[in-house]
């Protein structure tokens, strides 16, 4: 397998008193070049299983595997999109992509990598500005160009698109679907939208909460582009919309109880 | 700036010069001490003119530089130092607030017993007024790196000495700018204190000449050169700089 998550565990406060565990014995295979998304309300873990991919955190139990390498750390093999564009405000468009490129290429051919994405991303119009110049959905595009440019093996998206408005988000998935087409990486994409996820992924990862843990796990058969009022789709959305239900009212439940305001 | 805001600037500047003017006119004051705006104006002139206001001037921007080069070195290395260790912070933090929270004017009489009455004395003054308000703003530029930003370095493989040096420095310099901002006015204040109690040259000292001298057309004009430049060089060159940085970097 490609990328393999083995009875994986996170707790935090680990040997304390507010030891909280987020989640354990997970269990994933993904495969290579696919578009797999992970799919959950808030606070199942979702995001951390990711940075865990990213190596930016710790696993508490099991391993994850890249092409059978245990992940210890952050490594350029495995590029990140968080949900902020996280773009140097002192660095033009080119220069924050060819930013982690510095030394490992050459300056001309760092530049040409630059160029090309840039052009995926359809902003080689831009690649002179500096990013305070850019609306938010041009950032996040930099964003993306910045993290193919290193050639990662796996691209790791952590709600790419959360703080983009309607609009701007549609245009966002039919670029990553095209770019998606064109190099064929393969995609780890954490959302808690229903939509996003059904519209974009091979398979659709859905994780419940408290313990979190993965309760469903399916591949969407629909070819793209999906239309939003196929049929088909339509099904897949009610469905998981079914499974998330029972979660967000645990979450709800929960809450309120905490609250047990009184109203006499 | 519009033409407006100019023309209200200057109104105001003629009300006032009027209004003193009037007073003076009134002859309540006895001429010694209450001088009237244009023997302030000529005497301005004729300091300017026969040079000897040049030279204190002169002498002030060198004290000046040369203090607050060192005030700059020194706070950078002592912020850097209290931004990135915990430990030294916890350590040795709380007296740099303690030290920053001393007025300049205090240190002359010991820059005075270590230096003498020379030049060196005001630009340890200077140094001391400078540095510690440089330093406290270079560890906060230093604890202000977003780490959003620090984390996106790692997921590229950029991490340690090199993170240091592509990501941490560039995105402290915001605050980095303040902290300039402030040492300079730290220690232009610093400055003067130090030079009223020395033995000159320099703008402090003439203005304790003319103290003497019971000149209080010239103390009076001093004054004025004294906060012109201030307001001048904070507005021209350190508000401005720090703008457009704050703006690039996308705080503003």
């Known amino acids: 397998m490609f990328l393999e998550f083995e009875d994986i565990g996170k707790r935090f406060g680990e040997a304390t008193e507010n030891e909280f565990e987020v989640f354990k014995g997970v269990n994933i295979s993904i495969e290579n070049n696919q578009f797999v998304s992970i799919l959950g309300p808030s606070g199942c873990g979702k995001s951390t299983l990711l940075s865990m991919v990213a190596g930016l955190e710790d696993t508490s139990e099991g391993a994850i595997k890249l092409e059978g390498q245990e992940i210890t750390g952050p490594d350029p093999e495995r590029g990140m999109v968080f949900q902020q564009p996280s773009l140097f405000p002192w660095l033009t468009v080119r220069e924050n992509v060819m930013f982690p490129l510095k030394k490992k290429r050459s300056k001309k051919e760092a530049e040409a990598r630059a160029e090309h994405f840039l052009k995926m991303v359809h902003l080689s119009s831009s690649s002179s500005r500096y990013t305070y110049e850019l609306s938010g959905g041009m950032q996040q595009r930099v964003a993306i160009a910045r993290a193919l440019a290193m050639d990662p093996k796996v691209l790791l998206m952590d709600e790419p698109f959360g703080a983009l408005d309607e609009q701007t988000r549609h245009i966002l998935h039919r670029e990553l679907l095209s770019i998606w087409e064109e190099t064929r990486k393969t995609i780890l994409f954490v959302t808690h939208s229903i939509q996003e996820a059904i519209k974009l992924s091979d398979r659709v990862i859905v994780m419940g909460t408290r313990p979190g843990r993965i309760i469903a796990d399916f591949s969407i058969d629909v070819p793209r582009p999906r239309a939003r009022d196929d049929e088909k789709v339509i099904g897949w959305e009610k469905h998981v919309m079914e499974l998330l239900e029972k979660e967000i009212d645990k979450v709800l439940k929960e809450e309120l109880d905490n609250e047990s305001v009184s109203y006499n | ?252």
């Not at chain 2, 002359?108 to 007024?129: N, T």
Request: hydrophobic residues 55%.
């Open chain 2, 1 to 252: 700036m519009n033409l407006s805001l100019i023309t209200k600037r200057i109104v105001f500047l003629v009300v006032v010069a009027g209004i003193w003017q009037g007073i003076y006119a009134l002859n309540i004051f006895e001429d010694i001490i209450f001088p009237s705006p244009l023997t302030v104006v000529s005497s301005l002139y004729e300091g300017f003119a026969d040079g000897d206001l040049v030279t204190a001037l002169g002498a002030s921007f060198r004290h000046l530089f040369s203090g607050l080069i060192l005030a700059i070195l020194f706070g950078t290395v002592l912020g850097v130092l209290l931004g990135k260790s915990r430990e030294a912070d916890e350590t040795a933090g709380m007296y740099l607030v303690a030290l920053q929270s001393i007025p300049s004017i205090v240190w002359v009489p010991l820059a005075i017993m270590i230096f003498g009455f020379s030049e060196a004395a005001v630009v340890f003054v200077v140094v001391l007024g400078g540095t510690f308000v440089m330093a406290l703003n270079v560890r906060s530029a230093i604890r202000s790196v977003p780490p959003h930003l620090l984390r996106a370095a790692r997921t590229m493989g950029v991490s340690g000495m090199s993170q240091f040096f592509r990501v941490e420095i560039p995105a402290s310099v915001p605050y980095f700018m303040s902290g300039l901002r402030l040492a300079w006015a730290f220690s232009w204040r610093a400055l003067m204190a130090g030079e009223l109690l020395s033995n000159g040259p320099g703008l402090g000292y003439s203005l304790r000449y003319a103290q003497d001298y019971a000149r209080m057309d010239q103390v009076i004009g001093i004054i004025i050169i004294i906060g012109v430049i201030g307001a001048v060089v904070d507005q021209l060159v350190f508000s401005k700089l720090e703008k457009n940085v704050m703006k690039r970097w996308g705080i503003l």
